[in-house]
């Protein structure tokens, strides 16, 4: 017993100094990366806001799309296409941690980008000013559980491109169907600092793109976990909410139209 611990202690030991996790999410070779977010009026998938903390100043701070994008995105671009950026300005009343929150959503609430597959990285292009703030993605799990990933100073100028691995103890899989168990970018948050003037300051952002990997997401026989098959097969309602990446339940607005004219109908008979 003694000399099977001791094994299994080496194990462990080899296994964190190669750098091997025996917990981690396996890999796969299909591997992608695609573009959440473009910010672009003809096919920007969300609408964007931003609240601030306690010292914000009042009206402050708006949003805006400007007509802009970095230049090595430019090198691809599609005549007569238009292209934007999303633009927040802010101001505070004090010096500090002040944050501003930029978020999928409106004032009535925030709508996460699901990402398909496992993602294994976030990216994002920012235009700073030279200011010495903090940047972070703020991810959500299938459990609701909440990571705050930092993603870089903002002392710099012009566009930058961003980036910040997903680490592996979030989980995105299961070892039963469906495995995928699909991860949220809830919000991105600047953070100011204490010795940092925080009187007036512009920010923009361009381009949310993910790399993940698909391997639940096509397989032989895939299929035969999408809402829209098992609510057929099973009845309507069966799965009531499935988060399979970006794609939505077909039968939802079949059930909602069902339901309206079984309301309609009612009304009428009364």
Not at 103 to 131: E, L, R
């Amino acid at each position: 017993m003694v000399k099977r611990m001791f094994c299994l202690l080496m194990v462990m030991l080899i296994c964190t100094v190669s750098g091997i996790s025996l917990f981690a999410q396996t890999k796969s070779n299909y591997e992608i990366t695609y573009l959440v977010e473009s910010f672009d009026p003809d096919d920007k998938t969300k609408e964007w806001s931003a609240r601030g903390s306690e010292f914000t100043v009042e009206e402050f701070p708006k949003v805006a799309y400007v007509e802009e994008r970095p230049k090595q995105l430019a090198l691809t671009a599609v005549e007569g296409k238009t292209y934007n950026a999303l633009g927040v300005r802010a101001q505070f009343k004090k010096k500090g941690y002040n944050t501003i929150e930029v978020y999928p959503g409106n004032a009535d609430g925030s709508d996460p980008i699901v990402v398909n597959g496992v993602c294994t990285k976030i990216d994002v292009w920012v235009w700073g000013a030279g200011y010495n703030y903090d940047l972070a993605v703020c991810v959500r799990d299938f459990n609701g559980i909440a990571y705050t990933l930092p993603m870089g100073k903002l002392n710099f100028i012009g566009w930058k491109n961003l980036k910040v691995k997903v680490p592996t103890y979030i989980r995105q899989e299961a070892a039963q169907l469906p495995a995928n168990r699909y991860l949220e970018i809830v919000k991105f948050v600047i953070t100011t600092t204490p010795k940092e003037r925080v009187d007036d300051f512009f920010i923009y952002f361009d381009e949310i793109t993910v790399s993940t990997d698909l391997k639940y997401v096509s397989f032989d026989g895939d299929n035969l976990v999408e809402p829209a098959v098992v609510n057929k097969a099973w009845g309507a309602g069966t799965i009531k909410k499935v988060q399979h990446g970006n794609l939505v339940d077909p039968t939802a607005n079949e059930d909602n139209a069902s339901a309206n004219e079984d309301s309609a109908s009612a009304n009428e008979g009364a």
